[in-house]
């Protein structure tokens, strides 16, 4: 992986969503047509997602693909 750090806070921010919709990873991977092993590894940083899986995802969440995508990467520092 070239970004683990993006991928890792990508994972974090999936699953913060997925918490804030009440679901299980078994039900976002019910209604993104997924895996439930699928969601697990990307929110552990085990898979970097390709495009068709975030479009997947977002779906499942009823969330713009943007939304899933807005997340501050590990490195980036807040401004104040």
């Known amino acids: 992986m ?3 750090g993006t991928i890792h806070a990508f994972g974090e921010h999936l699953r913060t969503l997925r918490l804030e ?3 299980s ?3 976002l991977a019910d209604q993104a047509d997924l895996s439930r092993p699928t ?3 990307i ?3 085990h898979l970097c997602a ?3 899986v975030l479009a997947s995802i977002a779906r499942g969440l009823q969330v713009p693909l943007r939304e899933l995508l807005n997340f501050p ?3 980036q520092v807040e401004s104040v």
């Open 73 to 75: 990467e590990a490195n």
């Open 39 to 41: 969601i697990q590894r």
């Open 25 to 27: 990873q078994q039900a």
């Open 43 to 45: 929110e552990t940083a």
């Open 50 to 52: 390709s495009l068709d």
């Open 2 to 4: 070239k970004n683990p």
């Open 21 to 23: 919709k009440g679901l």
